[in-house]
T-cell receptor, first 114, second 115 residues
Framework: AQSVTQPDIHITVSEGASLELRCNYS??????LFWYVQSPGQGLQLLLK??????LVQGIKGFEAEFKRSQSSFNLRKPSVHWSDAAEYFC????????????FGQGTTLQVKP | GAVVSQHPSRVICKSGTSVKIECRSL??????MFWYRQFPKQSLMLMAT?????????EQGVEKDKFLINHASLTLSTLTVTSAHPEDSSFYIC???????????FGQGTRLTVV
């Protein structure tokens, strides 16, 4: 069965520091992978997605993610974090091809220190 | 990107009553809509998948008689929480996917509080 693991429940970084949020997935075929951000009490905003092609994906707000098939990973990165990036981040895999049905990781809470 | 509107954003109801949540795709036709539930500080769990004009498919452990889903048109799906109890209090989020687009777009979510 497909699954997504985000090993880090909570991460704290200083403003201006670099960030990497980890995501590992389990899926038999080539996965469709997503990163979403959720501010408190809000819905989800798509940061970026990987369907195929270039394994380094650029997203909004300066985020990028790299798909590594050998490691079953899709880690999210940002070179310099801003205080407004503090939020909950979810990695997700599409459960079945071409359906839109998503399986989410547990989420990582990002706290940004001034 | 496509816009999905969810209404209401917040609702408080009395225990034993029913609550309806609407999910609308505003600028595209959604052949499939998904309903997720999110408990505080937890991830989103898929409750059910609904396809326009057919019965919803519920995930294991989700009571279909309690969480009624209707997807009567290509732009609207509704989730009705029947005979709500305090343990149904949660954040409910819908997403909608058009065909052949594989990406599903999320609504803003509905905070349900049952008192």
């Amino acid at each position: 069965a497909q699954s997504v693991t985000q090993p880090d429940i909570h991460i704290t970084v200083s403003e201006g520091a670099s960030l990497e949020l980890r995501c590992n997935y389990s899926y038999g075929a080539t996965p469709y992978l997503f990163w979403y951000v959720q501010s408190p009490g809000q819905g989800l905003q798509l940061l970026l997605k990987y369907f195929s092609g270039d394994t380094l994906v650029q997203g909004i707000k300066g985020f990028e993610a790299e798909f590594k098939r050998s490691q079953s990973s899709f880690n999210l990165r940002k070179p310099s974090v801003h205080w407004s990036d503090a939020a909950e981040y979810f990695c997700a895999v599409e459960g079945s091809s071409n359906t839109g049905k998503l399986i989410f990781g547990q989420g990582t809470t990002l706290q940004v220190k001034p | 990107g496509a816009v999905v509107s969810q209404h209401p954003s917040r609702v408080i109801c009395k225990s034993g009553t029913s609550v309806k949540i609407e999910c609308r795709s505003l600028d595209f036709q959604a052949t499939t809509m998904f309903w997720y539930r999110q408990f505080p500080k937890q991830s989103l769990m898929l409750m059910a998948t609904s396809n326009e004009g057919s019965k919803a498919t519920y995930e294991q452990g989700v009571e279909k008689d309690k969480f009624l889903i209707n997807h009567a048109s290509l732009t609207l799906s509704t989730l009705t929480v029947t005979s709500a109890h305090p343990e149904d209090s949660s954040f409910y989020i819908c997403s909608a996917a058009g065909h052949p687009n594989t990406e599903a777009f999320f609504g803003q979510g509905t905070r349900l509080t049952v008192v």
